[in-house]
């Protein structure tokens, strides 16, 4: 700021003014603050850029208490408004009064002051004051001032630029730091401390406040001197306070670079400060399930412009828009989208959702569903909508898991930095940590039929898409997602994910509950959601639809509260046929195909029905006593497929039916279970339990 300024006076001092002029001075000015403004011009956020001293915007006089100017000029500068830049009269008085006194006292104008603010040349080189030279210049400076500004402009510019107490610089800072108000709302009093301050910034709180009430005095001011002491009491003894902007302090520091720098967003600032409220709430009403912070984002569809950026209404400084999380179930509508779009399934393909394990070089994986049961044979459409886990490793296994991770990285999850075998097949079910930003982006994707392009926080003209999946089949991943027929059995038909417009939505939840996530677009928009602990905690019986889904629905309704969304139309290469299935796993339907994909009659091949194994325990497995359990209550559950008719024995005991779950009390030692028709042993399985250690 000082180096503007006095590059500026530089300047005007080779011209014929050899001052700057007003308009120059205050065009130089910059708060030490950077403001944010959402898409229509409006602020949302301010924030500390400079940090040499604390300034606000340029105030103009007709912006600021007519007491403080009064005050000023009483304490400063009496003749202001006749001398012609120095008062030789006032200068005068001061050589002779000095002849007498310990501490000389000064008789600078307010324009002479006005000038050494402006030009660091003529600052004091030591504390002895400045030395004849720059008074002489300082005096000049002054003069030339006077002459081409108005008394208005000077005594302005002084209240701009004067310091009134450690960091505050100017009018603007000095009232809100102090006070906490705009400088038109200063009382008498306060201007008399203010204008106190002038002459000695870190003097004494009572020192102040005494030659405030001297001030007062002199001016015949109805202030008394208990009123400015107790002013007094107060500004000096609380930290500084400035204008609050925080609606949106994540998406600023993004933006927000330099002092002064106001910056227009995309953010719309009501839609910004609604979404803000409502996490702050949905958060609030889940504290009791041990859930402390949350982010949304609101993206237009068809620019990429970012209309809400809620990083975190919990009151942690970590931004969760930004903040890498585990995906759980988000992924799942890309990998089924890539089975499509390769024809190896059709959303009425029978997918087998029954235990499975797969081979990895890190041993056997198993994955289970989210409420640990199975269904058996059910179709593709049913499996994604309702989120089921194990056909959606059955999928990977079958799409690849190069290609998933290579179709991954083309929607932009640029975090997934590992080669596909450190994801494994667990990828499937969002093993992978990913930003809600990148999320937010991928469904945008399908959203806009497999068009993709990048999220903007700054206005710009759209860029043109580039094509990352197939259109056709994103579509019906779409029409998928929107099918809340298809998820009720997970998610049943009442819930916050049932819209009462078209939208597409889908939930996620990670490993120990840690993460809980809602996304989900309609044609214009796409919302995206997540709730949980940045601290890592594990919140406490929380799902996709209790955690993050309200906020998603009242944010979805409060974009569409006057224009309901409409489903978007089919494109070309898409089919709707009649399909029934055999046996009747799901009921008949209508149902959408890619073109040369499309069936009437989905059947179960030969040899497709399930032979009975021993699921859990698996064999040669180790199970471990928990030594924080009592022994009693510990329990084991033998569990096996397609054993109706079948007998549990565990070593060479019967144990009873096995076309159901077996609660059995482990005990330590090496342990053979088997089921069996009575004569035959069907399947077997040997385990070992280890002792509490």
Same mark, same amino acid.
């Given at each position: 700021?000082?180096?503007?300024?006095?590059?500026?006076?530089?300047?005007?001092?080779?011209?014929?003014?050899?001052?700057?002029?007003?308009?120059?001075?205050?065009?130089?000015?910059?708060?030490?603050?950077?403001?944010?403004?959402?898409?229509?011009?409006?602020?949302?956020?301010?924030?500390?850029?400079?940090?040499?001293?604390?300034?606000?915007?340029?105030?103009?006089?007709?912006?600021?208490?007519?007491?403080?100017?009064?005050?000023?000029?009483?304490?400063?500068?009496?003749?202001?408004?006749?001398?012609?830049?120095?008062?030789?009269?006032?200068?005068?008085?001061?050589?002779?009064?000095?002849?007498?006194?310990?501490?000389?006292?000064?008789?600078?104008?307010?324009?002479?002051?006005?000038?050494?603010?402006?030009?660091?040349?003529?600052?004091?080189?030591?504390?002895?004051?400045?030395?004849?030279?720059?008074?002489?210049?300082?005096?000049?400076?002054?003069?030339?001032?006077?002459?081409?500004?108005?008394?208005?402009?000077?005594?302005?510019?002084?209240?701009?630029?004067?310091?009134?107490?450690?960091? +505050?610089?100017?009018?603007?800072?000095?009232?809100?730091?102090?006070?906490?108000?705009?400088?038109?709302?200063?009382?008498?009093?306060?201007?008399?401390?203010?204008?106190?301050?002038?002459?000695?910034?870190?003097?004494?709180?009572?020192?102040?406040?005494?030659?405030?009430?001297?001030?007062?005095?002199?001016?015949?001011?109805?202030?008394?001197?208990?009123?400015?002491?107790?002013?007094?009491?107060?500004?000096?003894?609380?930290?500084?306070?400035?204008?609050?902007?925080?609606?949106?302090?994540?998406?600023?520091?993004?933006?927000?670079?330099?002092?002064?720098?106001?910056?227009?967003?995309?953010?719309?600032?009501?839609?910004?400060?609604?979404?803000?409220?409502?996490?702050?709430?949905?958060?609030?009403?889940?504290?009791?399930?041990?859930?402390?912070?949350?982010?949304?984002?609101?993206?237009?569809?068809?620019?990429?412009?970012?209309?809400?950026?809620?990083?975190?209404?919990?009151?942690?400084?970590?931004?969760?828009?930004?903040?890498?999380?585990?995906?759980?179930?988000?992924?799942?509508?890309?990998?089924?989208?890539?089975?499509?779009?390769?024809?190896?399934?059709?959303?009425?393909?029978?997918?087998?959702?029954?235990?499975?394990?797969?081979?990895?070089?890190?041993?056997?994986?198993?994955?289970?569903?989210?409420?640990?049961?199975?269904?058996?044979?059910?179709?593709?459409?049913?499996?994604?909508?309702?989120?089921?886990?194990?056909?959606?490793?059955?999928?990977?296994?079958?799409?690849?898991?190069?290609?998933?991770?290579?179709?991954?990285?083309?929607?932009?999850?640029?975090?997934?930095?590992?080669?596909?075998?450190?994801?494994?097949?667990?990828?499937?079910?969002?093993?992978?940590?990913?930003?809600?930003?990148?999320?937010?982006?991928?469904?945008?994707?399908?959203?806009?039929?497999?068009?993709?392009?990048?999220?903007?926080?700054?206005?710009?003209?759209?860029?043109?898409?580039?094509?990352?999946?197939?259109?056709?089949?994103?579509?019906?991943?779409?029409?998928?997602?929107?099918?809340?027929?298809?998820?009720?059995?997970?998610?049943? +038909?009442?819930?916050?994910?049932?819209?009462?417009?078209?939208?597409?939505?889908?939930?996620?939840?990670?490993?120990?509950?840690?993460?809980?996530?809602?996304?989900?677009?309609?044609?214009?928009?796409?919302?995206?959601?997540?709730?949980?602990?940045?601290?890592?905690?594990?919140?406490?019986?929380?799902?996709?639809?209790?955690?993050?889904?309200?906020?998603?629905?009242?944010?979805?309704?409060?974009?569409?509260?006057?224009?309901?969304?409409?489903?978007?139309?089919?494109?070309?290469?898409?089919?709707?046929?009649?399909?029934?299935?055999?046996?009747?796993?799901?009921?008949?339907?209508?149902?959408?195909?890619?073109?040369?994909?499309?069936?009437?009659?989905?059947?179960?091949?030969?040899?497709?029905?399930?032979?009975?194994?021993?699921?859990?325990?698996?064999?040669?497995?180790?199970?471990?006593?928990?030594?924080?359990?009592?022994?009693?209550?510990?329990?084991?559950?033998?569990?096996?497929?397609?054993?109706?008719?079948?007998?549990?024995?565990?070593?060479?005991?019967?144990?009873?039916?096995?076309?159901?779950?077996?609660?059995?009390?482990?005990?330590?030692?090496?342990?053979?279970?088997?089921?069996?028709?009575?004569?035959?042993?069907?399947?077997?399985?040997?385990?070992?339990?280890?002792?509490?250690?």
């Amino acid at each position: 700021m000082k180096l503007a300024l006095a590059l500026i006076f530089a300047a005007g001092a080779a011209s014929a003014a050899a001052a700057p002029t007003y308009e120059q001075v205050r065009a130089a000015w910059r708060s030490s603050d950077a403001v944010l403004l959402d898409r229509h011009g409006d602020a949302l956020q301010s924030l500390r850029i400079g940090l040499h001293a604390r300034r606000q915007q340029w105030t103009a006089l007709t912006d600021i208490s007519p007491a403080l100017p009064l005050a000023v000029l009483q304490a400063e500068d009496q003749r202001f408004m006749q001398h012609g830049g120095v008062d030789l009269k006032a200068m005068g008085q001061a050589a002779w009064d000095n002849l007498f006194r310990e501490r000389p006292r000064g008789a600078s104008t307010i324009t002479m002051q006005l000038a050494g603010l402006l030009d660091p040349a003529l600052q004091p080189k030591s504390a002895g004051g400045r030395s004849l030279g720059q008074k002489w210049d300082q005096m000049k400076a002054a003069r030339e001032l006077d002459a081409a500004w108005t008394k208005q402009q000077i005594l302005e510019a002084y209240l701009n630029l004067a310091g009134f107490r450690g960091e +505050l610089q100017g009018v603007n800072a000095a009232a809100h730091g102090l006070f906490g108000k705009d400088p038109s709302g200063l009382t008498v009093s306060e201007s008399a401390i203010l204008a106190a301050l002038l002459r000695g910034p870190s003097a004494a709180p009572n020192v102040v406040a005494r030659r405030a009430c001297a001030l007062a005095a002199e001016l015949k001011a109805t202030a008394s001197c208990r009123d400015i002491e107790t002013d007094a009491l107060l500004a000096f003894n609380r930290p500084p306070t400035m204008p609050a902007l925080p609606a949106a302090p994540h998406a600023a520091r993004l933006l927000l670079k330099a002092p002064g720098q106001q910056e227009r967003s995309t953010l719309d600032g009501p839609l910004q400060r609604q979404v803000q409220e409502v996490l702050r709430q949905q958060i609030m009403s889940l504290r009791e399930r041990n859930v402390n912070d949350g982010a949304v984002l609101v993206v237009d569809n068809a620019s990429g412009e970012i209309l809400a950026y809620v990083g975190n209404a919990g009151g942690s400084e970590v931004d969760g828009v930004a903040a890498l999380r585990q995906a759980g179930s988000t992924l799942k509508p890309f990998l089924y989208e890539l089975a499509l779009e390769r024809r190896l399934i059709t959303a009425a393909s029978l997918m087998d959702d029954s235990p499975v394990d797969i081979s990895t070089t890190s041993g056997l994986y198993i994955p289970q569903n989210y409420d640990r049961e199975f269904r058996g044979y059910v179709s593709a459409r049913t499996s994604l909508a309702s989120s089921l886990n194990v056909p959606a490793v059955r999928t990977l296994v079958l799409v690849g898991l190069d290609r998933f991770h290579e179709r991954l990285r083309a929607l932009g999850f640029d975090s997934l930095t590992e080669a596909p075998e450190y994801y494994g097949y667990s990828l499937a079910l969002g093993s992978a940590e990913v930003s809600l930003l990148e999320l937010a982006n991928a469904y945008r994707t399908l959203a806009n039929g497999g068009g993709h392009g990048p999220l903007t926080l700054r206005l710009r003209a759209p860029s043109a898409p580039r094509a990352v999946l197939d259109p056709a089949a994103a579509w019906i991943v779409s029409d998928i997602l929107s099918d809340r027929g298809a998820r009720a059995i997970t998610f049943g +038909l009442k819930n916050e994910l049932a819209a009462t417009y078209w939208a597409a939505v889908k939930t996620g939840t990670s490993k120990d509950m840690r993460d809980n996530w809602c996304i989900g677009y309609s044609a214009r928009y796409t919302v995206a959601v997540w709730v949980g602990n940045f601290a890592g905690e594990p919140m406490w019986d929380v799902s996709g639809v209790t955690g993050a889904a309200p906020v998603w629905r009242d944010v979805m309704d409060y974009l569409h509260r006057n224009a309901p969304a409409q489903p978007p139309q089919a494109p070309r290469g898409v089919l709707r046929r009649q399909v029934r299935f055999h046996p009747a796993v799901e009921p008949p339907r209508e149902e959408w195909f890619l073109a040369g994909t499309e069936t009437s009659e989905v059947a179960l091949v030969a040899g497709a029905q399930r032979s009975p194994r021993i699921l859990y325990p698996a064999d040669s497995s180790i199970l471990a006593l928990d030594p924080g359990i009592p022994p009693d209550r510990q329990r084991v559950l033998f569990e096996a497929q397609a054993a109706q008719g079948l007998q549990w024995q565990l070593n060479g005991q019967p144990l009873g039916p096995a076309d159901r779950p077996y609660s059995w009390q482990p005990t330590p030692g090496a342990h053979e279970l088997v089921l069996t028709n009575g004569a035959t042993v069907i399947a077997r399985a040997t385990f070992h339990v280890r002792g509490a250690q």
